[in-house]
Nanobody, 115 residues
Framework: QVQLVESGGGVMQAGQSLIASCSTS????????VGWYRQAPGAQRELIAT???????NYVPSMEGRFTVSKDDVTNTMYIQRIGLKMEDTGVYLC?????????WGRGIQVTVSS
């Protein structure tokens, strides 16, 4: 079992920057894939980016240039950054890892962007 705990987010104003983190209970360098999803109100969960073991960040085309995703193999933490938040960025942000085909999820953080 892998535990993931996100931190960051909250109520933010448009134009501000989001930096959120996700700490994991396992060696992040050993998992198959790490990544982030977003779920906007009333919408399906949408993938932002993934990082497969030994590879670079892979962004969903619609998300590329808007988010920066990274990970730190020393602290077993992954990050998501969004500079210049817009109201459409409102949603729950969830980190996940895939280990031997099994998904493990964080509980998610709420990001609410106000004008």
């Amino acid at each position: 079992q892998v535990q993931l705990v996100e931190s960051g987010g909250g109520v933010m104003q448009a134009g501000q920057s989001l930096i959120a983190s996700c700490s994991t209970s396992t060696a992040i360098s050993a998992v198959d894939v790490v990544g982030w999803y977003r779920q906007a109100p009333g919408a399906q969960r949408e993938l932002i980016a993934t990082i497969a073991r030994g590879e670079e960040v892979n962004y969903v085309p619609s998300m590329e240039g808007r988010f920066t995703v990274s990970k730190d193999d020393v602290t077993n933490t992954m990050y998501i950054q969004r500079i210049g938040l817009k109201m459409e960025d409102t949603g729950v942000y969830l980190c996940f890892v895939i280990v031997n085909g099994a998904y493990f999820w964080g509980r998610g953080i709420q990001v609410t962007v106000s004008s």
